[in-house]
């Protein structure tokens, strides 16, 4: 008795094969093309403005002609502040949640806060460092407010993939250390660490490409409408890009005028968030080969 | 005096019990291996000897586990210094990101010895100890994931006898190898015995058969029978040991 027809069975399930990689494949190639759409919508449009001076003049004439240059250093400076403060304390945040506390209500606790903290709508981010570092704390509207409100957003994405990273980490590792009498900060420090590294630059790249573009949290607290001079210290004000393509987009003195500046400034934050992702994936690679597993 | 002994030995993970009464004594210079089916508690009994079970959340542990007739539960106990009595080894060779000679180095240093002649003395008694010696010579300063996987495990082992312990502790050490590493290690554990008293789980039943003096067979968290390896082979006693050695369940 053959109640299966195996050459119909066979027939339908390569169509159904089919059809479903067919659609899996197109919504894969529709994000890419959604991608590429924006990019070159940019580049189309911020091309021609590009150039040596662009990138290292003064705005001039009310931001319709010159370059950007202290918009790109402040972004920078914002960056490196942000990641100065968040990347260790997070990293050592997780370090603390992933190796000491043991599982329990107050584990769950902190984890449920950092990922609410993360669901936080940046210009929160932008209220709370304005009240608390530019005000109370009096630092001015300053690159050091600035830093510490973007190193604040950038936390919990630190920590969560810190901790991913290290959870990647096979416990035998830990065991054949500690098993040799090794403390557990001897173990974290000299096996869990090194190990986990790679993965731990994934989360200062990911922060890094938020932190970059985010206009709300800077807004209150550092940037400057137009400052034609680079910043001196961390008390000063700066320019960033994010809220320069903001000025300029919305409340410049001629937007008109000013709108392939605009395209050429997203084009610059798009390529120094690019240039980030490719370092850091470099780094990555590097580490990776170093620590490489079998 | 035994070497290692449990009495009473229960562990519990949270309300399920994972091991119960284990009552078992091992006379120093022997093998013994532990078998039995998956999740019958053999890793676990294993880890009570170096209480390597202490680092999981909600762990229970009941009765009384010995080493040198001394209590290793009994309050007060070092236990960074307890763990440098025994040396273990795992499953799948795991090696540290680090180079040839530090991964044997690294339980000196984590212990606080810095001279670095002593060091390398000893790293490399212990690398000649586990045969491996010729083959990595010239190469120490180089990544030990650059070794084949039967010689990054006989690094291991190299790096649990460079602390010196009186105890190996094996878990499953050659079910990641080919036959031919196989071999070595198991002529490896058969040399270490004139040193150390050797304890190995096992899923292999020839591999029991072949290196260890005692065999202990574990169901279901209980120790069914203890004997000489021979006699559990050739005469169990429970029916469920001979079902088990015969294949016909596990």
Same mark, same amino acid.
């Given at each position: 008795m053959n109640v299966v027809n195996e050459d119909k069975l066979a027939k339908s399930k390569k169509r159904n094969q089919s059809i479903a990689f067919f659609i899996l494949g197109l919504l894969g190639y529709f994000i890419v093309a959604i991608l590429l759409i924006i990019l070159s919508f940019i580049v189309y449009k911020g091309i021609s403005v590009i150039n040596w001076s662009f990138i290292t003049q003064m705005p001039e004439d009310g931001m319709t002609k010159g370059g950007i240059y202290p918009a790109i250093i402040g972004t920078l400076y914002l960056v490196a502040g942000s990641m100065l403060f968040a990347f260790p304390i997070g990293v050592l945040a997780a370090i603390y949640m992933n190796e000491y506390v043991k599982d329990g209500v107050f584990k769950k606790i902190i984890k449920q806060m950092t990922n609410n903290l993360s669901g936080v709508p940046s210009i929160v981010f932008? %209220?709370?460092?304005?009240?608390?570092? #530019?005000?109370?704390?009096?630092?001015?509207?300053s690159i050091l407010a600035g830093s510490l409100t973007l190193g604040l957003l950038a936390l919990p #994405? #630190?920590?969560? =993939? =810190?901790?991913?990273? %290290?959870?990647? #980490?096979d416990n035998t590792f830990r065991q054949a250390s500690i098993g040799l009498g090794a403390t557990k900060w001897q173990t974290t420090r000299r096996v869990v660490l090194p190990i986990a590294f790679p993965n731990i630059i994934t989360g200062l790249i990911l922060s890094v490409g938020r932190v970059s573009g985010e206009t709300a949290p800077i807004l209150f607290t550092v940037a400057a409408y137009f400052l034609p001079k %680079?910043? =001196?210290s961390i008390f000063d004000q700066a320019m960033a890009l994010p809220y320069h393509l903001y000025v300029i987009s919305t409340s410049g003195t001629n937007i008109e005028e000013s709108r392939p500046i605009a395209y050429g400034t997203a084009l610059v934050l798009i390529i120094i968030v690019l240039i980030t992702n490719l370092l850091a994936n470099a780094l990555r690679k590097y580490f990776g080969r170093k620590v490489k597993m079998n | 005096m035994y070497k290692l002994e449990s009495k009473n030995a229960n562990v519990f993970y949270g309300a399920s019990q994972a091991l119960t009464d284990i009552n078992l004594a091992i006379h120093s210079h022997t093998v013994t291996a532990l078998i039995g089916p998956s999740g019958c508690g053999k890793s676990t009994y294993l880890r009570l000897f170096n209480r390597m079970n202490d680092l999981i959340d909600g762990i229970k542990i009941t009765g009384q586990v010995l080493i040198d007739g001394q209590d290793i539960y009994a309050k007060g106990v070092n236990v960074d210094a307890l763990r440098k009595?025994? !040396?273990? &080894?795992f499953q799948k060779p795991n090696p540290f990101p680090k180079t040839i000679f530090e991964n044997v180095a690294y339980g000196l240093r984590v212990n606080g010895i810095t001279d670095a002649k002593f060091i390398e003395e000893r790293v490399e008694t212990s690398i000649k100890q586990v045969v491996l010696w010729?083959? &990595?010579k010239d190469k120490l300063k180089k990544s030990a994931f650059?070794?084949?996987?039967? *010689?990054? $495990?006989r690094l291991c082992i190299a790096r649990a006898l460079a602390i010196q312990p009186s105890i190996i502790l094996m878990d499953e050490p050659t079910s990641a190898l080919d036959p031919i590493s196989t071999a070595k290690v198991e002529e490896l554990i058969h040399e270490l015995k004139a040193k150390y008293t050797i304890v190995v &789980?096992?899923?292999?039943?020839?591999?029991?058969?072949?290196?260890?003096?005692?065999?202990?067979?574990?169901?279901? !968290?209980e120790l069914v029978e203890y004997n000489t390896?021979?006699?559990?082979?050739?005469?169990?006693?429970? $029916?469920?040991? *001979?079902n088990y050695i015969t294949g016909r369940f596990g």
């Open positions: 932008g %209220l709370f460092g304005m009240s608390l570092f #530019v005000n109370k704390l009096g630092f001015g509207d #994405v #630190v920590i969560r =993939t =810190t901790e991913e990273a %290290l959870k990647a #980490v %680079l910043p =001196t | 009595k025994t !040396g273990m &080894v010729d083959e &990595v650059e070794l084949s996987g039967g *010689q990054q $495990q &789980v096992t899923h292999n039943m020839q591999q029991a058969g072949r290196i260890s003096d005692s065999t202990a067979f574990f169901y279901l !968290g390896t021979k006699e559990i082979f050739t005469n169990p006693k429970n $029916q469920r040991t *001979q």
